[in-house]
């Protein structure tokens, strides 16, 4: 009997998991399926033949010099899937299955929920529910940005930006060793290699070269303008919706605000996305810049 009802539970939990697996993909945009192929494919793809073949133009393979450069730029590459992996298996609202549908102070109603949701809380129309201290919606993961994952997000991107960064400077290298006599007048041709096919400028292999190396400068643009927007919000104490709205009344300082998105360890964050760092708050309630300033004068009274 005993082990029927072992065999019943792991069937029933072996579907439960393909319906939510069904409910996540009928959920994905046009947009997510995009990213998701990019993550998934073109960037490990773009990677080893980065550090394959890019790399032994300038260090020899497997030797001293390739395996300095390669195994901690390797170590950042992993732990942007890692966090990756975190953000999606964490998600924003962490073990919190469902809102509090008490109305306390600062809650508001949602209509779309229907369920009070708590201040910073804002309702993602692509996950269909409402996000604790939402940031924005990802692509990357199929998954929103909020208060348990954003420590994730940060790391991840930072992580990449290292990686996207060498590779770029080394493709650039690259690019002058297979163009060693192109001029300032013709730099041109890294930003519309296809025209400068047309035109007989390069050769098919300098076009895919340009175009590589196109493709890494571009990742590092986008990655960096996502870089620059957390750290401008955590700055500033706000996620990207609270930008967006001009709510500055949770900005408290900024180490304050770096514990409260990042948790109390948050300068290890960059380093692996399994060391613990505790958030300041439940994702619920939240110190404001008032409550703040009241509690330091009340110490020193």
């Known amino acids: 009997m ?12 072996v579907d439960d998991a393909v319906v939510k697996a069904k409910k996540v993909v009928r959920k994905l945009q046009p947009q997510d399926i995009t990213a998701i192929v990019i993550i998934a494919a073109l960037l490990p793809i773009g990677y080893l033949f980065e550090v394959s073949y890019v790399f032994s133009f300038f260090h020899e393979w497997l030797s001293d010099e390739w395996l300095i450069r390669v195994i901690p730029l390797t170590y950042c590459g992993l732990n942007v899937y890692l966090n990756l992996w975190k953000i999606i298996s964490v998600g924003p609202n962490g073990k919190t299955s469902e809102l509090p549908s008490v109305m306390k102070p600062g809650f508001k109603y949602c209509h779309s929920c229907n369920v009070n949701s708590p201040p910073r809380a804002f309702h993602c129309p692509v996950c269909e529910t409402c996000i604790l201290r939402r940031d924005h919606h990802c692509s990357f993961g199929a998954v929103c940005i909020g208060h348990f994952n954003q420590r994730y997000f940060v790391a991840g991107i930072a992580n990449l930006m290292v990686v996207a ?27 519309l290699p296809h025209l400068a096919l047309v035109l007989r400028y390069i050769t098919f292999y300098q076009f895919c070269v340009l175009v590589y190396f196109a ?14 927007a957390q750290i401008f919000c955590l700055y500033r104490g706000q996620t990207r919706v609270e930008y967006l709205l001009d709510v500055q009344a949770y900005n408290c300082g900024v180490f304050k605000n770096l514990k409260e998105a990042l948790g109390r360890r948050w300068p290890f964050i960059f380093i692996s996305p399994f060391i613990p760092s505790p958030l300041e708050s439940d994702g619920i309630s939240f110190k404001t810049h008032e409550l703040d300033s009241l509690s330091k004068q009340t110490k020193y009274m």
């Open 165 to 191: 960064v060498i590779c770029t400077w080394y493709n650039f290298s690259f690019v002058l060793t297979i163009l060693p006599n192109m001029k300032a007048s013709e730099y041109w041709w890294l930003c």
């Open 2 to 13: 005993n082990f029927e009802e072992d065999s019943f539970k792991r069937i029933r939990s």
């Open 215 to 228: 493709s890494s400068l571009t990742v590092v643009i986008f990655d960096g303008y996502l870089l620059a």
